[in-house]
């Protein structure tokens, strides 16, 4: 079984990489063509998806073990939980925004210093808690939990499906 915080770390790691592009730009503002813009809409918007599915992840899974299992968690949970719903916030808004709007870039550039921080208090603060903190069999189980919820969900049968249809999948 993968170690959970290698897990994590790895999603760390892939968010900082999409956040490096896009801080190289082009930007609307720099002169980006509609090419330009239409793949900076496209890197942010999987962005999003996967920052979200991430923070989702944590808020369901890392936060509650820290609250558990790390002597004084709750502190280090409810300050980790703040900044995780802090950065779905953001993620909302820059989800409703235009690339080529000015408050795209703004609100991308808080997006990242948020993440940013954020990853160097999970990477710095709570992880190294956490991590001595579970069992081995602590340990499989948060894997496992993060694991599951990284899959893609399975779609859902069509309404108008046969019985025989549904039960293929």
Sequence with gaps: MEDPFDVLAEDHEEIRQVLTELAKGPTAATGATEDQLMLRKMMTDELIVEAAKHEDIE???????????????????????????????LLAGLSGLDVGEPR???????FTAAARAHFEFEERHAWPRLRPAL???????????????????????????????????
Aim: hydrophobic share 45%; aromatic share 4%.
């Design 59 to 89: 808020l369901a899974w890392v936060w509650p073990a820290v609250r558990t299992h790390v002597a004084s968690g709750g502190q280090l949970a409810d300050r980790g939980i703040c900044a995780e719903l802090e950065i779905k916030l």
């Design 104 to 110: 795209f870039e703004t609100l991308l550039a808080e």
């Design 135 to 169: 069992t081995p069999k602590a340990a499989a189980e948060l894997s496992r939990k993060i694991l599951l919820s990284k899959q893609p969900a399975l779609p859902l049968p069509h309404p108008r499906a046969s019985a025989s249809e549904g039960r293929a999948l």
